[in-house]
């Protein structure tokens, strides 16, 4: 072996050489490379397909430059080297699509960008904190208090528990889910979508826009809420005169400010998103100091309680805003005058003045609304107190005399319930407390790690907000007393928020830090939900959503903004936080609920590419999950639930029938496959019973030049035959090699699809490429299905031209494929003028469908009509039933038989025996037979194969070759030898010459010819048959007849052909039958 040797570089002319002159013609080159990558078939989703994760078109054009792996030089623009794709990993920034871009298009100024900086979140403040701001915010400080007072400790713990134990299953799911490769933007719409399909992703897609766009609704309410109840009361435009009308007057008054809020937080979300980014840390601040402000009020209850006395009328609770003093008389200056109280409850001031009676009856009693930590106020409160619509907020410790006369009690000024409380509402309304949880996943472009940092992040934030609420519960039932728990407004302490009174240093710690809270949240909603839903109507799979892909400049979802804002003010018209709450716990319930159900699904299919980087999953848990969010659904409204899952399902078959087709490589699909696979094993243990079988078809279609379809009726019969059930396979087969004929292929299966859809036939494709129409056809009755799921029954159209063909292998392969479909015991339908046969719109009159029952094979020919009258095109249509009867048959009797038969196979049809007498064989018969002898006889003759011709032209030629050296060796040759060389005209004249000889005598033969007996007697079959046929059957819509089989002898094949046109000749619609050789029907249930 050498030790040394010299590598010759090998020249490419496809690559730029580094040399000036043959720089163009090296671009050239590439130019034609770009433009057939162009030209090349792909998915749709480049993205996602791609190797690369952020392959660009321009990437096509860095060609290998190297010369050591020429070997791999050709697959370079497919195959590319592993170097250039680590170095494009690399590289890869995972900026999301979202918030961070548009605020760098913002920032723009000029030409020049800004350097795209990589991310450097971490775990705390890209996932923990962002999840804590979610999570906890408007339930926890306008309605926690009250769901304890109301539920007690034990069902408010209960309540807790069984959210937050969803929360954290579903945060299990989505951490595997989210660890299976990068999240792009779109967080959980993407998880699900690519997980479930575009289906599922679709419908929980929208169902979580609707739910964050609702979550909007329901933070600018507790914003305005806290605005007009704890902060500014008197900015109320509506003020109830009666006491009745308070209701509906602060309801107005939400909906008017709740309107002015939305419309000025959609403005400064659409001016720019920056600013809700840079403000989203001062509002998750305010929360953090709020929760800490509880904390360290509780803690000082313990040894120095606040001051907020309440003032009881016996055990009932009254609102402490128009009195200062809870007595009924007090002594000033030794006199005893009447309070502010007094007032309220008689007409006048004088102590003799008419006044309520349960006033009169009972005492006012003070006692502190915060006893603190250690007065033993946890003891009340641990069970629950629901109760209707205007039900008195009582203590049931105080001592009350009832008063007779309870009707004027609702304009006292008593606190109510002002809505009725039961247990399930409750889980309604608390639910958006734990929802918040997708926060860390929608921002997985900003993380450093994103796979690491998502599942730690997301669980903690769970805990944590999980032990907040949990103490917050105990100590709320520990510290306050229960009337103020369950007076939802703090009407009782004076207007105070009652989660403020138990704070410190102040209640306007909280008041201040839940109102920025709330707006900070509702700001957020208002600027993800319309991203989210650019994010689905850039995906295409829902048609009418497309225009809200579209946006500003900077891409800016502007129309989705709109969209988002009309949406949440019908939310913000219901007016009620209480009412919004269980709607958008519907909608998020929903999405965790498919959360759970992609993450099982993954799991059990065991997809080789489901790896995820987060081990502490199991389908079990996902499935706890899955099932924790259907019950929390019922539980919560199960009519909100019914709303919302109609919702998606319609949703669902919309994209289903009229979106966009993809391919995500979803679990959906996985499921699909397993099953069939499933389905198919256990089919092919045994085949089905006749009670089972219907024709699974086989259709034979046939192309025109252009590859369209010849006979499109074909599909149409096919649809009324099947009407959507069983097997349905179109097969074609194209003349050629598979490398030669790939793009007609393609091209084909194609069009056929088209024509199938177009024509509503359900099922599949099978374009064949063969050698010769012959062999494919044979491979598709062979090998066509799958498994259990095969064919059974072949249907194919007529050669009408046959006779008019010069070439003989249309008919032979059409006598060919009945010979195989009977060797492979498979049915055979053959329509004669399938042109004629009516469409799918077409509706057929009063008519009848008769069935010629000539042999039986299976009984084939009287499942068809019932299977067509299923049709609407066929419906109209009666069935008849002729059978034949020989002279030494009973045609009563067998008339009999055959109702008897038909009643047990419960068909509804006429019978009619036809007799076909014995008879001489007319002269038409024999005369008809003998013509068709001889002119099969004379085709054999006249028309010679090509081959046979160019084999005679050979001889003649070898013939004159040697007379031309036998020229040459004698030289006294006569005059006869002179001619030296062999001529055209002289080929054909001496051809001829030979022939004519022969022709002559073979014409004698012709005309002295006496027909084959057997043919006559078949042609005498055929003839009498038809004419029977014709008389009876000429005006039906259809006429179904047992298919006779061709000769065992091959050479009979055309006069086959023959026999088949005098019997089906004079009538239009024609449905030839051949069975396969097993019973098709029966009698029996």
């Known amino acids: 072996m050498p030790g040394k040797f010299t590598v010759v570089p090998v020249k490419d002319g496809r690559r730029r050489t580094g040399k000036a002159g043959s720089e163009d013609e090296d671009v050239d080159h590439n130019n034609v490379l770009r433009e057939e990558d162009e030209d090349a078939p792909g998915d749709g989703n480049p993205k996602e397909s791609s190797p690369f994760i952020n392959n660009t078109d321009n990437d096509k054009g860095n060609n290998y430059d190297g010369k050591n792996m020429a070997l791999f030089e050709e697959e370079m623009d497919s195959n590319p080297m592993v170097s250039s794709l680590l170095n494009k990993l690399a590289n890869y920034t995972n900026l999301t699509q979202g918030a961070q871009e548009h605020e ?110 609702f979550a909007g609704s329901m933070y600018i309410l507790g914003t305005i809420e806290i605005l007009l109840t704890y902060i500014v009361p008197k900015a109320a435009i509506f003020v109830a005169v009666e006491k009745e009308d308070e209701a509906d007057a602060l309801l107005n008054n939400m909906r008017v400010y709740g309107t002015c809020c939305l419309v000025l937080m959609s403005l400064v979300v659409f001016v720019g998103v920056k600013y809700v980014n840079k403000l989203a840390l001062v509002f998750l601040a305010c929360v953090i100091l709020s929760i800490l402000a509880i904390y360290a009020g509780v803690i000082k209850t313990a040894f120095e309680p606040p001051d907020f006395p309440v003032c009881l009328l016996g055990n009932r609770t009254l609102q402490n805003h128009d009195f200062d003093k809870c007595l009924k008389t007090e002594e000033v200056d030794n006199v005893t005058v009447t309070t502010k109280l007094w007032m309220l409850f008689c007409k006048g001031p004088e102590l003799n003045a008419s006044c309520n009676e349960y006033f009169v009856r009972n005492n006012v009693t003070e006692v502190q609304g915060i006893p603190g930590l250690t007065s033993g106020v946890i003891s009340d409160n641990m069970w629950s107190d629901y109760g209707p619509l205007g039900m008195l907020v009582e203590n049931k410790r105080q001592p009350s005399v009832p008063a007779e006369d309870t009707s004027r009690d609702i304009y006292m000024p008593y606190v109510f319930n002002d809505i009725a409380t039961f247990f399930t509402l409750l889980v309604g309304i608390y639910f958006p407390s734990v929802t918040g949880i997708m926060a860390g996943s929608n921002r997985s472009g900003d993380l450093r790690d994103a796979q690491r940092s998502i599942p730690i992040g997301t669980i903690l934030a769970i805990a944590t907000t999980s032990f907040i609420y949990v103490t917050c519960v105990v100590l709320f039932g520990a510290c306050i007393e229960g009337v103020v728990l369950r007076d939802k407004f703090g009407d009782s302490v004076k207007g105070n928020l009652v989660i403020g009174t138990l704070s410190w240093p102040s209640p306007w710690v909280i008041v201040i830090g839940s109102f920025f809270s709330c707006c900070g949240a509702g700001l957020q909603s208002l600027t993800g939900a319309p991203r989210l839903l650019q994010a689905i109507a850039r995906d295409g799979i829902v048609p009418f959503l497309q225009v809200f892909g579209h946006g500003k400049a900077n891409g800016e979802p502007t129309w989705a903004l709109l969209l988002t804002g009309g949406i949440c003010e019908i939310g913000i018209l219901i007016a009620s936080l209480d009412a919004v709450a269980p709607i958008l716990s519907m909608f998020f319930l929903m999405c965790y609920l498919f959360v759970n159900l992609a993450c099982a699904v993954q799991t059990l299919l065991r997809t080789p590419n489901w790896r995820p980087r987060f081990k502490y999953y199991h389908w079990s848990l996902s499935f706890l999950g899955m099932s924790l969010c259907l019950s929390l659904m019922f539980i919560s409204s199960w009519y909100y639930a019914i709303v919302a899952m109609v919702i998606a399902g319609c949703i669902y078959k919309y994209i289903e029938y009229r979106g966009a087709e993809k391919e995500w490589g979803d679990g959906i699909r996985g499921l699909s496959l397993n099953a069939a696979r499933y389905a198919l094993i256990r089919l092919e243990e045994a085949p089905p019973h006749t009670k089972n079988w219907r024709p699974q078809l086989l259709v034979l279609l046939n192309l025109d030049s252009d590859l369209g379809i010849k006979h499109a009726r074909l599909l149409s019969l096919t649809t009324q035959l099947k009407a959507g059930k069983g097997l349905t396979i179109v097969g074609n087969v194209l003349e050629g090699t598979y490398l030669t004929k790939e793009a007609e292929a393609k091209k084909a299966e194609q069009n056929i699809k088209a024509s199938m859809s177009a024509e509503r036939t359900k099922g599949f494709c099978h374009v064949v490429v063969s050698s010769n129409l012959r062999d494919g056809f044979s491979h598709l009755i062979q090998s066509a299905g799958l498994g259990g799921m095969k064919h059974n029954s072949v249907l194919m159209a007529w ?36 042109d004629s046969f009516p469409t799918n719109q077409d509706r057929l009159g009063e008519g009848t469908i008769d069935v010629w029952w000539v042999v039986h094979d299976g009984g084939l020919l009287m499942l068809l009509p019932f299977l067509l009258r299923q049709h609407k095109v066929w419906r109209k249509c009666k069935m008849r039933i002729f059978t034949v009867a020989q002279m030494d048959d009973n045609s009563i009797q067998m008339k009999k038989d055959l109702q008897m038969f038909l009643y047990h196979l419960r068909l509804n049809a006429e019978v009619e025996v036809v007799e076909m007498h014995d008879s001489d064989i007319s002269a038409f018969t024999y005369e008809k037979t003998l013509v068709m002898e001889q002119r099969s006889q004379l085709l054999k003759q006249m028309q010679l194969s090509r081959t046979e011709r160019e084999r005679e032209a050979q001889l003649i030629h070898d013939r004159n070759t040697a007379s031309h050296a036998a020229l040459n060796d004698k030289a006294d040759t006569g005059p006869d030898r002179v001619h030296m060389t062999w001529t055209k005209e002289k080929l054909f004249s001496e051809r001829n010459r030979n022939r004519e000889a022969n022709a002559n005598v073979a014409v004698r033969d012709l005309f002295n010819m006496k027909p084959n007996q057997s043919n006559v007697r078949r042609m005498h079959t055929a003839v009498k048959l038809n004419e029977v046929v014709v008389n009876k059957s000429q005006g039906a819509h259809l006429v179904l007849l047992n298919m006779p089989g061709p000769p065992r002898n091959r050479g009979g094949d055309e006069n086959y052909m023959e026999f088949l046109e005098v019997l089906l000749e004079g009538l239009n619609r024609v449905l030839l039958v051949r069975g396969g050789g097993r019973e098709v029907i029966t009698i029996y249930s």
Request: charged share 15%.
């Open 104 to 213: 760098e298009a913002d920032d723009d100024e000029g030409p020049k960008k800004k350097a795209v900086k990589s991310p450097q979140m971490g775990t705390f403040m890209g996932v923990y904190l962002p999840c804590l701001q979610n999570i906890l915010g408007v339930i926890l400080f306008l309605r926690l208090t009250w769901i304890v007072g109301t539920a007690g400790i034990m069902e408010s713990l209960a309540i807790v528990g069984m959210c937050c134990s969803c929360t954290m299953l579903t945060a299990i799911s989505m951490s595997a889910i989210a660890t299976n490769g990068v999240v792009p933007a779109g967080g959980s719409y993407y998880m699900i979508s690519r997980s479930l399909g575009p289906e599922f992703g679709g419908a929980v897609g929208l169902c979580f826009y609707l739910g964050t766009t």
């Open 799 to 834: 050669p009408g031209t046959w006779k008019q063909s010069n070439d003989p292998q249309s008919w032979k392969n059409f006598i060919e494929t009945v010979r195989e479909t009977t060797a492979a015991h498979q049915a055979l339908l053959v329509a004669k003028n399938i």
